[in-house]
């Protein structure tokens, strides 16, 4: 029995796809393709949960292959209204870089502010969504897996305006598997999706996600896969990333190790700066001492005191020597 379970295991690792959907490259591919907008639809409907769902979006900028020629690493957001007017963003972020949640208010922000023309009126502002997907986790002390900002007084908790929204979706925190994502909510499915399709053959797909709404990205992954042009372009980016979280964990390790080092530097250096300092204190302590005609204490018995317990000691020897009307 457990031969043939390892058997089974073994084939499904050969056959599977090796297409990761969180590569920007495949990412609008899937999302930013109108083609596929049944995918996009589903993915928005799951994370926004509105009352009336989104029937149809227009992609303001449609993915383009050409945009992909040079191999770079190319990071573009998937920018579309639906027909109710809301303007959505939707993201795919591999890495959390320092400047991420500015970024994210700022593209938004842009995103609302960039709808009126000279001399429209206010009133013709529609809500502005963002989305972004993370493979890694951002808001460490919060439960949830998805988190939606908007502005509201936070005392309160009163909502200033729905017109903007940023959702974040940390799909490290999702845990569904194999044995629970047929049956899971639309957005668990899709977080199964674009953390677990590129070790997964497209049987294994089928099988998972019999939904309409999946088979165009399925298609997606199998395509990139065969075709060696895009299967090329997709290893490129996944070894762009690759190498630039190696990059940073290098960094952050020697970063971590230059650390230790001054901290020792440093260490050694305060102590040999309080070092001198209580050296001078037990002088000036000995010194007074011999001026008020008073037993000398042993450089050893003064060297165990804290220098602030020395310094308290050398203004009390200072006071009773000023009171004689003796030299300091």
Not at 28 to 53: C, Q, T, W
Not at 182 to 188: D, E, N, Q, V, Y
Not at 205 to 226: D, H, K, N, T
Not at 302 to 314: C, D, G, K, N, S
């Amino acid at each position: 029995m457990c031969f043939c379970v390892e058997i089974q295991e073994r084939v499904h690792t050969v056959n599977a796809l090796g297409i990761d959907p969180t590569v920007d490259y495949v990412f609008r591919k899937i999302f930013g393709d109108p083609k596929n907008s049944v995918a996009l639809i589903h993915l928005l409907n799951s994370v926004l949960e509105l009352v009336s769902p989104i029937v149809e979006v227009t992609i303001l900028n449609p993915f383009v292959e050409k945009d992909y020629d040079d191999d770079k690493m190319v990071v573009l957001d998937i920018k579309a209204r639906e027909t109710d007017g809301r303007w959505l963003n939707i993201e795919m972020q591999t890495t959390i870089t320092t400047g991420l949640r500015n970024r994210l208010v700022y593209y938004a922000s842009c995103l609302y502010s960039n709808q009126l023309q000279e001399s429209e009126s206010f009133t013709q502002l529609r809500p502005v969504i963002s989305i972004c997907f993370l493979s890694s986790v951002m808001f460490k002390q919060a439960n949830s897996e998805h988190l939606r900002f908007s502005l509201c007084d936070l005392r309160h908790g009163l909502e200033l305006t729905d017109h903007f929204q940023i959702h974040i979706v940390e799909l490290p925190k999702y845990t569904d598997d194999k044995t629970t994502v047929r049956t899971a909510p639309g957005l668990s499915q899709w977080a199964f999706f674009l953390k677990s399709a590129q070790h997964l053959s497209v049987e294994e797909l089928r099988s998972f996600f019999e939904e309409a709404a999946f088979q165009p990205a399925i298609g997606v992954l199998e395509m990139v896969a065969r075709i060696p042009e895009q299967r090329h372009r997709h290893d490129s980016q996944l070894k762009a990333i690759r190498d630039y979280e190696s990059g940073i964990e290098e960094a952050k390790l020697c970063a971590k190790q230059e650390g230790r080092e001054e901290g020792r530097e440093e260490g050694r250096e305060e102590g040999r700066e309080e070092g001198e300092q209580i050296g001078e204190q037990v002088g000036r302590i000995q010194l007074l001492q011999q001026l008020l005609r008073e037993p000398v204490t042993e450089t050893a018995l003064l060297r165990q005191q804290a220098l602030t317990e020395l310094i308290h000691t050398v203004q009390r020897l200072q006071a009773r020597l000023t009171e004689r009307g003796l030299p300091e």
